[in-house]
C-alpha cells in the first residue's frame, strides 16, 4: 500500500506553546487528507478534512481557530495545535486519500503523541 | 448519516483458529468497506477492503464478505498467528464520500 508519514512521532510540549504536526504521502498525490484524534481504547475521530488549496472542513465541535490546518501542496499537510492545553493531549493520526486510479483508498500515517505538560 | 457498529469489542483466540469480526452500517448508499489493523502505538494499516458490487474479497488468510441486503460486512482471518493480535477497525464510506465512518474496533488477541 501507499506511505503516509507523520512527523514529529513524538511531542511534549508545554502549556501555551503551538506544535505543528506534518503529514506527508510518499509515492502518491493526495488532494484529500484527513486529520484524526484517537484517546486510549477508543475509534478515530475525525476532526477535519483538508483538500489541497481551500480551507479546512471542520467537524461539529473542533474549533478551526485551536486547530489549524493547512494543505499547501498535494503531498503535504500539517497540524498546529495552537495554545496547547493538557486536555489537548491525544494521539494525532493523519490519512490521505489516493484518488489515482479511482480506487480512492485512504491510508494513514503512523500517528504523533501528543502530550501537554 | 452512515453509522458503523462493530462486534466484539475484544476476542481472544488460539493460535491456528479462525477469527471473525462482524459490523453493520446504517446507510444503504455505502459502498465502500475497508478494514483496518491497528498495533500498539501506531497508525492504523489497511488490511483488505471490498466494493460493493462483489461479496467476498480474499488475500492469503484474510477474507471479507459483504451482505448489501442485510448490510452487514464480516472480518474473516483463519489460522491466526500471535502477531495477528491488534486491533481492527471497520469502515464504510460512499465511494467518492469524504465522510468515512469507523466501527468502534476489536481486540483481538491471539494466544500462542
Known amino acids: 500500500g501507499a506511505v503516509v508519514s507523520q512527523h514529529p512521532s513524538r511531542v511534549i510540549c508545554k502549556s501555551g506553546t503551538s506544535v505543528k504536526i506534518e503529514c506527508r504521502s510518499l509515492?502518491?498525490?493526495?488532494?484529500?487528507m484527513f486529520w484524526y484524534r484517537q484517546f486510549p481504547k477508543q475509534s478515530l475521530m475525525l476532526m477535519a478534512t483538508?483538500?489541497?488549496?481551500?480551507?479546512?472542513?471542520?467537524e461539529q465541535g473542533v474549533e478551526k481557530d485551536k486547530f489549524l490546518i493547512n494543505h499547501a501542496s498535494l503531498t503535504l499537510s500539517t497540524l498546529t495545535v495552537t495554545s496547547a492545553h493538557p486536555e489537548d493531549s491525544s494521539f494525532y493520526i493523519c490519512?490521505?486519500?489516493?484518488?489515482?486510479?479511482?480506487?480512492?483508498?485512504?491510508?494513514f500515517g503512523p500517528g504523533t503523541r501528543l502530550t501537554v505538560l | 448519516g452512515e453509522n458503523v457498529e462493530q462486534h466484539p469489542s475484544t476476542l481472544s483466540v488460539q493460535e491456528g483458529d479462525s477469527a471473525v469480526i462482524k459490523c453493520t452500517y446504517s446507510?444503504?448508499?455505502?459502498?465502500?468497506f475497508p478494514w483496518y489493523k491497528q498495533e500498539l502505538g501506531k497508525g492504523p494499516q489497511l488490511i483488505i477492503d471490498?466494493?460493493?458490487?462483489?461479496g467476498e474479497k480474499k488475500d492469503q488468510r484474510i477474507a471479507v464478505t459483504l451482505n448489501k441486503t442485510a448490510k452487514h460486512f464480516s472480518l474473516h482471518i483463519t489460522e491466526t498467528q500471535p502477531e495477528d493480535s491488534a486491533v481492527y477497525f471497520c469502515?464504510?464510506?460512499?465511494?467518492?464520500?469524504?465522510?468515512?465512518?469507523f466501527g468502534a474496533g476489536t481486540r483481538l488477541t491471539v494466544k500462542p
Open positions: 490519512s490521505a486519500r489516493d484518488s489515482s486510479g479511482g480506487y480512492n483508498e485512504q491510508f
Open positions: 509515492d502518491f498525490q493526495a488532494t484529500t
Open positions: 483538508s483538500n489541497e488549496g481551500s480551507k479546512a472542513t471542520y
Open positions: 446507510d444503504s448508499a455505502s459502498n465502500y
Open positions: 471490498i466494493r460493493s458490487n462483489v
Open positions: 469502515a464504510a464510506r460512499t465511494y467518492n464520500n469524504n465522510d468515512m465512518r
